[in-house]
């Protein structure tokens, strides 16, 4: 990996990483294949649809603060960032920042800049967001038309970065080239280990230590106290505020200090990443890269210990956290005493959970780590799909074959198999990705969301508020039996006699 960040162009998952989006087997044999490399070669013989990475590339740095987001391409690349606006605003809000959407503009590409190229434009469109907005970052964001005509979008944001205010970076998101929109959350963060600096700044950061004074000496020490103590959490676009101050409310019982990243952060909490003990993602899959990065050029260990959902993958989170400052007794303490009151809160609920039978669908890490808590509830786990996999999912599967090795297992983003496995497994309950409940509601089937930014999911308070969130769908699924008496799929009848993974392809 040392020799991808000095690239000007990072590589996708599907290059330094086993990945999977065409799979289907059981709980107890997805690591292996992972492992083993036959993930890598399945595919389909037919498609129905699937994401681009450029998508998440923008709802990550759509959240940036005093930033502005060009898009190099033709303008349709940006649409999806009036939908964004609006979520990323909210986000802001909920998060005691200023909550105004993020200026964004696009180069425009048209049939003569395809054919002579885009430079010229992106240029032009730099200094103009520079000169109006007067932003901290500059994001410009590299779709696919500049990547298949060859526009040096680097060497245009290395010459501008000389001209203008605004630190400048580029984020290198051409859906074709992947197959595993997880690739996004590199790209993203190779935009900011090429150009966004890490150093904090003396006098406003921070107060030399070659400043002769008593106040300094103190002021020196407290401030290194505090490093020793900080904890960097890496949060995604699926983690909301609420989960963010969970995952906080568990560390600081710790009196260990938190610090949030990297997504509404901006330049001034940028230049503080180094400035902590020890880096900790909430996500497998998400923050590898980044981490990877920070331990080689500043010595700072990670910890990737899977989701914290569900109290046994909470107190895990937890430990491992703990471990790396000695805090692992009184992490057991703690822990044990929220696991109490949780048990308490949830044991009115179980009776009408036990024997329910749920589909899980969306993140591949999230839904084995909440697969496994469901199953601690006494309910039935019917199935899995994760959306797309890759070798940084491992452990999470690792454990998934041990509590659950039977369950089915898919790696798809595909609707038409989707239909089909509600049809074939007619779970009491989906839980699905955000976005994707019109299939649920048109089977009759009631469901609720995977994540939910505007609530919680993570730690004890999340675990809790799931277990309401499931009640709630099961008791009130009137809506969902009623359209399903009208609503109709594309599909013919005999595709559901057929099996959901009929059109995988095995390497």
């Known amino acids: 990996m040392e020799n991808y960040y000095n690239q000007p162009i990072p590589p996708v998952r599907d290059q330094r990483l086993q990945i999977a989006d065409s799979f289907h087997g059981c709980g107890c044999n997805v690591s292996d294949c992972s492992k083993s490399g036959c993930m890598l070669r399945n595919n389909r013989s037919f498609w129905q649809t699937n994401a681009c990475q450029m998508s998440l590339s923008l709802m990550m740095c759509a959240t940036v603060e005093n930033a502005v987001i060009i898009i190099h391409g033709p303008i349709g690349c940006g649409t999806q960032l009036h939908n964004l606006s609006s979520a990323t605003t909210k986000g802001k809000a909920d998060r005691g920042l200023t909550a105004k959407p993020v200026p964004w503009l696009s180069t425009n590409l048209q049939e003569a800049e395809v054919i002579t190229g885009g430079e010229k434009k992106l240029k032009e469109t730099i200094a103009y967001a520079d000169r109006t907005y007067r932003p901290e970052i500059i994001f410009v964001v590299s779709t696919c038309a500049p990547n298949i005509i060859g526009d040096d979008v680097e060497q245009i944001v290395e010459q501008a970065s000389r001209e203008v205010a605004a630190q400048v970076t580029a984020i290198h998101c051409p859906g074709f080239k992947s197959r595993v929109v997880a690739s996004a959350y590199d790209s993203f963060y190779h935009s900011l280990i090429r150009h966004i600096g890490f150093?904090?700044?003396?006098?406003?950061?921070?107060?030399?230590?070659?400043?002769?004074?008593?106040?300094?000496?103190?002021?020196?020490?407290?401030?290194n106290y505090k490093v020793a103590h900080t904890v960097n959490l890496f949060n995604a676009t699926s983690i909301g505020p609420s989960d963010e101050a969970e995952m906080a409310r568990l560390l600081n019982a710790l009196d260990l200090n938190v610090q949030i990243?990297?997504?509404?952060?901006?330049?001034?909490?940028?230049?503080?990443?180094?400035?902590?003990?020890?880096?900790?993602?909430?996500?497998?899959?998400?923050?590898?890269?980044?981490l990877s990065y920070l331990e080689r050029e500043y010595h700072m260990p990670y910890v990737i210990a899977g989701m914290p959902i569900g109290p046994v993958a909470t107190r895990k989170w937890l430990l491992e956290v703990a471990s790396r400052f000695d805090l692992q007794e009184r992490a057991n303490r703690f822990a044990d005493e929220e696991e109490k009151l949780l048990a308490d809160a949830v044991e009115p609920y179980l009776p009408k959970l036990k024997g329910k039978k749920v589909l899980l669908g969306g993140g591949s890490v999230r839904v084995a780590a909440e697969s496994i808590f469901l199953k601690s509830l006494g309910m039935e786990i019917v199935g899995l799909r994760g959306y797309n996999y890759d070798s940084n999912a491992d452990p999470v599967f690792d454990d998934l074959a041990k509590e659950l090795p039977d369950v089915p297992v898919a790696i798809s983003n595909q609707a038409y198999e989707f239909v089909n496995q509600v049809k074939t497994?007619?779970?009491?309950?989906?839980?699905?990705?955000?976005?994707?409940?019109?299939?649920?509601?048109?089977?009759?089937?009631?469901?609720?969301?995977?994540?939910?930014?505007?609530?919680?999911?993570?730690g004890y308070n999340g675990a809790f508020q799931l277990v309401r969130k499931m009640i709630f769908a099961l008791e009130n699924d009137h809506f969902q039996k009623n359209l399903a008496k009208h609503a109709q799929f594309p599909y013919k009848e005999s595709w559901y006699e057929k099996d959901p993974f009929t059109y995988h392809k095995e390497g």
């Open 261 to 290: 990243y990297a997504e509404y952060s901006n330049a001034d909490k940028f230049r503080l990443i180094p400035q902590a003990a020890l880096n900790v993602s909430l996500c497998n899959m998400h923050d590898d890269y980044m």
């Open 199 to 223: 150093q904090a700044i003396p006098y406003k950061d921070f107060t030399p230590a070659f400043v002769p004074s008593l106040s300094n000496e103190i002021g020196e020490k407290s401030w």
């Open 425 to 458: 497994y007619q779970p009491d309950l989906i839980i699905t990705h955000n976005g994707s409940q019109q299939i649920p509601a048109k089977l009759g089937v009631p469901s609720i969301q995977l994540f939910d930014v505007g609530g919680s999911y993570f």
